[in-house]
C-alpha cells in the first residue's frame, strides 16, 4: 500500500488542529472563536501553506458545541473524518471560496450521525 506523505501529514495535522481547538474551547474555556483562531495563527506561522489550511479547516470542527462533540475522544474522531475528507476533495473546489467550512460542517454532521448510530 503506497501512502503519499503530504496526504499523511494533512490527515495528522487535521487531528490536532480539531483536537486542540476543542481542548482549548472546552477544557481551557477560551470559547470556539479564541481557540479557533489561536490554533489558524500558529498553523499559519509554523505549516506550509496547505497544512495550515487543513489544519484551520479542521480547527472548525472543534468549535462544535459539547453536545455535538461531548468528548476529547469524539474531537479525535471528528479530526480523522475531517482529515479524510480534506484528503479525499483536495482536488474538488480547489481555490473555491468556503470550501474549509462546507467541508468542516459536513464532517461535524457525519460525526454526529455516527456516534448516533453506533450509541
Known sequence: MNINKNKFYI????IIGTTF???INHQMGYGAIVAS????????ILLPDYLAGATYTASFVGMGAIT?????MVALFAGIVVGLLIVSTTEIYAGI???????????TILTKTILVIFR
Do not use: D, M, Q, Y
Open 68 to 72: 455535538i462533540i461531548p468528548s476529547f
Open 97 to 107: 471560496g468556503g470550501k474549509g467550512g462546507t467541508t468542516a460542517t459536513l464532517a
Open 37 to 44: 483562531g489561536l490554533v489558524g495563527v500558529i498553523a499559519a
Open 11 to 14: 490527515l495528522i495535522c487535521s
Open 21 to 23: 481547538t476543542w481542548f
